[in-house]
Nanobody, 121 residues
Framework: QVQVVESGGGLVQPGGSLRLSCVASGRIGSIYGMGWYRQAPGKQRELVARITSDSVINYADSVKVRFTISRDNAKNTVYLQMNSLKPEDTAVYYC???????????????WGQGTQVTVSS
């Protein structure tokens, strides 16, 4: 019983900024990593940024420098600060949690419901 909930999306003009938040809750044993993925209409879901429990960070080439991922381990929360937004950043952004549920020995992926980010003038 694990829940992943993201928030913070909205409509922003090109060049603007948004900050997304994601919280994992429930019967969590260990979190190995949390990250952000996005899916635009007609496109496959793609990695935006991911941070592991060892603070290893991966960014998509298209968002490097502009986006910053961070985490608060005490709150099981990950953030995505998005600056210098472009129309091509428009997508539904999904939070992913790579974790071991409490009482198990296996590793699973959990996904949030998604939050819409629209970049338009």
């Amino acid at each position: 019983q694990v829940q992943v909930v993201e928030s913070g999306g909205g409509l922003v003009q090109p060049g603007g900024s948004l900050r997304l938040s994601c919280v994992a809750s429930g019967r969590i044993g260990s979190i190995y990593g949390m990250g952000w993925y996005r899916q635009a209409p007609g496109k496959q879901r793609e990695l935006v940024a991911r941070i592991t429990s060892d603070s290893v960070i991966n960014y998509a080439d298209s968002v490097k420098v502009r986006f910053t991922i961070s985490r608060d381990n005490a709150k099981n929360t990950v953030y995505l600060q998005m600056n210098s937004l472009k129309p091509e950043d428009t997508a539904v952004y999904y939070c992913n949690a790579d974790l071991r549920p409490r009482g198990t020995s296996r590793r699973y992926d959990y996904w949030g419901q998604g939050t819409q980010v629209t970049v338009s003038s």
